[in-house]
């Protein structure tokens, strides 16, 4: 179905006149708008705003949701990204009225349950971390990763130590560099080793009176645990600096093992990828932080205390860091994030990870039969296929299959991601798939790879927009309706 | 040029070496074919200024393709004599060309001995039969 009619713009759909609601007659006398208003306020012309009824209005929402592609709707294996099936429960749970009618000016003896649930998730973030202090505020992963450098920063000045250089593996997601560059420091890459670990030569070399973080992911985002990961700590921290975990990949460890005890300093969650809440769409997000004794005192402020029976928001915390989020933070996402951990549990979580990790080997059993895996026979929660072969024999790459799998009705995995592989295909499962879907998948993967190259380079033939002009889209991005 | 006649860092960038009028060392800069290639379309190049000074195996520009936006690194100390302006409108091109028009800028190089460290044709040649495998 291309219904071509009601997905044009609502700009293109618009008729003079056309009105979702009437009106009636105006029984009060009218009066001239320069009269109640002043001069500076009032604009020149109304704005060009599209005319149209409500049907049109509601069909061309509807329609537009139905071309999408969603884990609600299908099988949505994009590696590194943990597109997990989110209960609705938590949903539910998270607009009661108790939870969305609060207002964050209300006097904190009247929000008492509310601080609690934040409480206890700074409490639980803790525990799963292995690090002792949790700040909730951070309103996305790569927020949460430059609180944590400003943390960082704000301990190093407060030992008078000039460390500014932040180390980045290459594997590493591009947040790191970014946030890093953002929070005043100096970036330098640490290269990986043919069996896709840090090489730790290399970051051995590195390593100076000028360090200040390590910013590590593990498992790596070739989906492979740095085994080493107890010596990289160690001599980090020899060398003065400290280690950051980007959490992004928790969802392949938790209740096994603990950034703290691995000897992380800090760490952000991810409650989109891990913990059920929205991923996008819901509105902003969470990127809570979890640090070290010694990083507590620089965490922003306020941070949920318990006093006796009662939970009160501390501000007093001289050596902070300051705000870095209005208000506590996103609480919406953060009571999804709090039914989602009290609904499985301790046990439940490290269940959670481990069929993570059972659901990634068995679809990498399969797949790498027909599609090579350059890094190891094992993996933990995702893997990365290469179809550099494919493309020197057959010219089929990894955007080809990828755009082949939405004819299929699988959404592609992550593609040209991470970069130290050629035509990279990063596959996550996560650990809400059944076998049966596990095997559609690989089946259709199969398939594809099996497909000529003609058809594969125009796919996809089934959606109602087949290859934008990628590089046009780039060079020459049009970023609103003109007439 | 040709490929053989020029010296290569590990991250891809070549350089030509000649003598100026004066006797100065400038060296021509620009990013191998073999990385084009992995890199696929380029959208957009930011390429420093005119008397910017660029240090061996520092940034001195960024070059973003549809994948991702990578760093270009300075193969030599020196001082940025000569910009390729034309080189952001013809991006297109650049694969097809990287050695002559598809030049990124010429450096005065401050530090000759520094050379000694670039890899010739051959190593460079061995490096990317690696990085294939």
Request: hydrophobic share 40%; with cysteine; glycine share 8%.
């Amino acid at each position: 179905m291309r219904n071509t009619q009601a997905t044009k713009l609502l700009f293109e759909q618009s008729k003079p006149g056309c009105r979702g609601v009437r009106l009636p007659e105006c029984d009060v006398p009218e009066r001239p708008i320069d009269e109640l208003l002043p001069s500076g306020a009032i604009a020149e012309a109304p704005p060009p705003l599209p005319e149209l009824s409500e049907p049109d209005v509601v069909r061309h929402f509807v329609n537009l949701s139905t071309l999408n592609m969603s884990v609600d709707t299908h099988f949505y294996p994009l590696g590194s990204c943990t597109m997990k099936y989110n209960p609705k429960r938590n949903e539910r749970l998270s607009s009661l009225p108790g939870m969305v009618d609060l207002h964050p000016y209300q006097p904190q003896q009247t929000v008492q349950g509310t601080l609690e649930l934040l409480w206890r998730s700074q409490e639980m973030l803790a525990e799963i971390a292995g690090l002792p202090a949790v700040s909730l505020q951070p309103a996305a992963g790569a927020h949460g990763e430059m609180t944590a450098l400003l943390v960082a920063a704000a301990y190093f000045r407060d030992r008078g130590e000039k460390r500014s250089v932040v180390l980045i593996p290459d594997g590493a997601h591009g947040t790191n560099p970014a946030s890093a560059t953002m929070a005043g420091m100096k970036t330098v890459p640490v290269r990986s080793t043919n069996d896709g670990y840090v090489d730790l030569d290399d970051l051995a070399a590195k390593l100076n009176d000028r360090t200040a973080v390590l910013m590590i992911t593990n498992p790596n985002t070739l989906g492979i645990f740095e085994e080493k990961i107890a010596e990289i700590t160690q001599i980090v921290h020899a060398a003065g600096g400290l280690v950051y975990l980007d959490g992004a990949n928790m969802n392949a460890i938790m209740g096994v093992t603990r950034p703290g005890d691995f000897g992380a300093d800090l760490m952000h969650y991810n409650p989109h990828k891990t913990f059920g809440s929205p991923h996008g769409g819901g509105g902003p997000g969470a990127g809570p932080i979890a640090v070290a004794e010694h990083l507590a005192p620089f965490l922003p402020t306020p941070i949920v205390v318990k006093d006796g029976d009662c939970y009160r928001l501390d501000y007093d915390r001289p050596n902070s860091i300051g705000r870095v989020r209005s208000f506590f933070g996103t609480v919406g996402v953060l009571v999804r994030m709090y039914c989602y951990i009290l609904t499985h549990g301790g046990d439940g979580l490290r269940h959670v990870s481990e069929n993570a990790v059972l659901c990634a080997n068995y679809l990498l059993a399969r797949v790498r039969h027909f599609l090579p895996v350059p890094h190891g026979k094992r993996c933990m929660h995702e893997f990365v296929a290469s179809a550099a072969k494919l493309k020197a024999d057959k010219d089929i790459s990894a955007m080809d299959i990828a755009k082949r799998l939405l004819d299929h009705g699988f959404h592609a995995p992550t593609v040209y991601f991470p970069l130290i592989v050629r035509e990279a295909l990063m596959i996550e499962p996560t650990e809400t798939e059944s076998k049966a879907t596990l095997d559609a998948f690989a089946e259709a993967l199969f398939r594809v790879t099996e497909e000529s190259a003609e058809l594969l380079h125009d796919a996809p033939h089934t959606t109602a927009v087949s290859r934008p002009e990628e590089v046009a889209a780039a060079r020459n991005p049009i970023l609103r309706w003109t007439p | 040029m040709t490929p053989e006649q020029l010296l290569y860092t590990k991250s891809h960038e070549w350089a030509y070496v000649q003598d100026d009028p004066s006797g100065a060392k400038i060296a021509t800069v620009g990013l191998s074919a073999f990385a084009l290639e992995l890199l696929t379309d380029l959208v957009y190049v930011d390429l420093p200024e005119v008397g910017r000074r660029v240090s061996a195996g520092e940034p001195l520009g960024e070059i973003e393709s549809v994948k991702a936006v990578s760093d270009l690194y300075s193969p030599v100390d020196g001082e940025v004599v000569e910009v390729n302006t034309a080189l952001a409108d013809n991006l297109a091109g650049l694969a097809d060309d990287p050695y002559d028009a598809g030049w990124f800028v010429k450096i005065r190089i401050a530090d000759e001995s520094l050379l000694a460290g670039l890899l010739d044709y051959a190593a460079y040649q061995k490096q990317c039969a690696e990085e294939e495998h």
